[in-house]
């Protein structure tokens, strides 16, 4: 069976850092694409960032106009394990953090993610 499974969420201060991990298993990670989308209450899940397939996909990563410049996305493959770097956050980015995967290449749209984790909350304090 295939798992996602999502940590380092928490609180912190406006201004302040996360990272957050995203390990999986059951799949052939190199064939993913591994993606963060977040979620806040009574709104859609939106795509943050996610990286595409390097063996299967163009191997490009893929921000949303919020997260540029102070999220970073990055993959260990021995560890097939995806991060999500958060900088600079901000209390907007308070949200409920999913970490996803779908074969091959990025997709903006949460309902072509076959594999979901479960989230972690992120809290931003101002």
């Known amino acids: 069976d295939v798992q996602l499974q999502a940590s380092g969420g928490g609180l912190v201060q406006a201004g302040g850092s996360l990272r957050l991990s995203c390990a999986a298993s059951g799949l052939d990670f190199d064939e993913y694409a591994m993606a963060w989308f977040r979620q806040a209450p009574g709104k859609e899940r939106d795509l943050v960032a996610c990286t595409s397939s390097i063996s299967r996909g163009d191997g490009k990563t893929h921000y949303s106009d919020s997260a540029k410049g102070r999220f970073t996305i990055s993959e260990d493959n021995a560890r097939k394990t995806v991060y999500l770097q958060m900088n600079a956050l901000k209390p907007e980015d308070t949200a409920v953090y999913f970490c996803?995967?779908?074969?091959?290449?990025?997709?903006?749209?949460?309902?072509?993610?076959?594999?979901w984790g479960k989230g972690t909350l992120v809290t931003v304090s101002s």
């Open positions: 996803a995967a779908e074969r091959n290449f990025c997709s903006a749209w949460s309902v072509e993610y076959h594999f």
